[in-house]
Each structure stands twice: as C-alpha cells, then as structure tokens.
C-alpha cells in the first residue's frame, strides 16, 4: 500500500486538501500526516496502558531520529487491530520512513523535527492522564498535537514559496492558531468517544462554572447546563478559526493549490462548528453532529473556483458559519 492509498484510508476530508498541495508540497504533507498517524494510534490506542503507550512513543521519537530501527516498533503492533486505519499506518510505518528519505534533506529536516516535537508532547500528556484544568491546560495538549502541525506546514509553504517565506515570521502565531482551531472542533465533535475512553478534554474550570461534573456533561438532566458548556467551547473554536481565516488571507492568491490545501479543512471546520453549536446531538452516543458529503462536495466546488478571492473567503466563511444555510 503506497503512502497516497494510506493518506485516503485514515482521513478522506484532509486527503482533498493535502492532494492539492502542488508538486513536492503534496509528498511531503502526505508524509508529515502520516507519521502524525502512526504518533496518533499509540497516543489514543485503548489496547494499551498508558505506561506501554508512553514506551512505544519514545521508541517512536527514536526511530525518527535514527537511533533505532523502524522494527523495533512494527514488532510489536503485528497483532494491531487493523479495522482502525491507524494501526494499518503503523504497521506500514517502514514504508512511509523510506518516502521521508527521498524527500528534499531540508523538507525531510522540518517534518522530523515537529514530528518529534509532537510526539514528545503526546507522551508527556498521555503520562500526565486525562486532567485538564483550565483553558491554558487544553491549549497545551492541543498545541503539542495541532498547533505544531501549523507551525509544521507553515515551514514547508515557505520552502516551497519566497513569498510566504517573507512573511513566514508574521504568520507563524496564526499558523499555531490555525491548529487550535480545527483540534478545538475535533475535541467538540469527540466529546462523547473521548468520554467513553476515560478522557474528558473540556477544562474542569468550565464544568465548575457551570456546577457540573464530566459525568454529568452526558446526563440528560443536566442538559441546559452541558448545553453552556457546549457554547463555551464553540466560542473558543470560533476564536481561533477567525486567526486561521486570517492565515488563509495571508497566502498569496495565485498558490492556489497551497490555499486550497489550507481553505479545505478550515472551512469544514466552520461549517461543522456552526452544526455542533448549541445541539445536544454532540453528547449523544446514538448520534453524531457532523457535515454531509454534500456539504463537503459543495465546499470543495465553491473554494475551488472562488479561494483566490478575500472577499469571497470572508463572505463564504460567514454563509458556512450559520445553521440553516
């Protein structure tokens, strides 16, 4: 299996932004996505215990930098669960190594040193456990699993681009602002499968405000006040997706590709914002508050012909970021 079919297999929505990513943007992304993957299944991986999680993490960022052999981790996931697509990733984590390898020495240089960095972050949180007390507390989980990858991408836009890489500087707090804001959506659109594995990522000081517990979040006789809690999360996402519009803004308008590839994910996050707000859908284990296909198809057609525009992106992010349109 070829690194493009494992892209497809384990995220289809960033697929469609990272293919149209030009030329060797496009690999290297595919690349950086997919050894976040294979950080990803041993982070969130149910099968392990949090100090076997941690090892294998380690044994992971050491892999990275060369210091062990790729086998030392792949060993031990032959039995993995392949009906999740990460564990597929892992297991093919030999492969995805060698297409680093043919990459550019300095894009192979930028991939592995957040890749590491974010890898690092996820073991020290996964050691810490499910404890997140403040809105300072989750910006830091997210930022060591999203924001990094903002700051990784940002990176590679200014390799590839001279006109990104004169701003790269102006840009980088928008680009850890861009990573915030889609993991802010993921954790809402999560809230429930988070739960069910032992993990509550909403700040303890928002379930206090509201004088409930993270089991009481899922009750329905504490709806009303789940529903604040809710709202306070949305408007959090909403914060930091109004900087990754910004970021988007920032890129030049004839990159189309590398716009796309960054207008994709952002204005699916907006939408599906704007579909988990306020709906009690989001602690439902029945149901799920999430975009339809046709809304995805319908996004990616409008970006297409109209990304280049400011105009349109500021018009078009506010149309997606109402229920009912």
């Known amino acids: 299996m070829n690194s493009r079919d494992l892209l497809r297999i384990t995220s289809r929505t960033f697929a469609i932004g990272i293919e149209r990513l030009p030329g060797t943007l496009c690999d290297a992304a595919t690349i950086a996505y997919l050894l976040l993957r294979v950080s990803d299944y041993l982070e969130d991986n149910q099968e392990m215990d949090a100090e076997e999680k941690v090892a294998l993490l380690n044994v992971w960022v050491n892999i990275l930098r060369e210091d062990e052999i790729v086998e030392t981790l792949t060993g031990k996931l032959t039995n993995a669960n392949t009906e999740n697509p990460d564990a597929i990733v892992a297991q093919h984590a030999r492969e995805i190594l060698l297409h680093l390898r043919s990459l550019p020495y300095e894009v192979q ?18 050691e810490q456990g499910p404890n997140v007390k403040d809105e ?100 959090k996402a909403e914060r930091h997706l109004a900087h990754a519009l910004q970021y988007v803004k920032s890129l030049p308008w004839w990159q189309h590709g590398i716009r796309l590839g960054c207008i994709f994910p952002l204005m699916f996050a907006i939408r599906t914002l704007a579909v988990c707000r306020h709906n009690a859908q989001v602690f439902s284990l029945k149901s799920e508050a999430k ?28 149309s997606l970021n109402i229920i009912g349109d």
């Open 109 to 126: 240089e930028i991939i592995i040193g957040h890749v590491v960095n974010s890898t690092q972050g996820m073991a020290r949180w996964t």
């Open 291 to 318: 975009i339809t296909r046709n809304e995805v198809k319908k996004i990616v057609l409008n970006s297409t012909l109209w990304g280049w525009s400011n105009i349109w992106l500021d018009r078009y992010y506010k």
């Open 136 to 235: 300072k507390d989750l910006d830091d989980y997210m930022f060591e699993v999203a924001g990094r990858v903002g700051y990784l991408v940002t990176q590679l836009f200014a390799w590839y681009s001279l006109a990104i890489r004169r701003k790269e500087k102006e840009i980088m707090p928008l680009a850890r602002e861009f990573g915030l804001g889609l993991q802010t959506v993921n954790v809402i659109r999560g809230l429930r499968e988070d739960f069910e594995r032992g993990w509550v990522y909403v700040p303890k000081k928002f379930l206090a405000d509201m004088g409930i517990s993270k089991e009481q979040l899922f009750d329905p006789e504490h709806r009303e006040q789940a529903l604040k809690v809710l709202d306070m999360m949305t408007d």
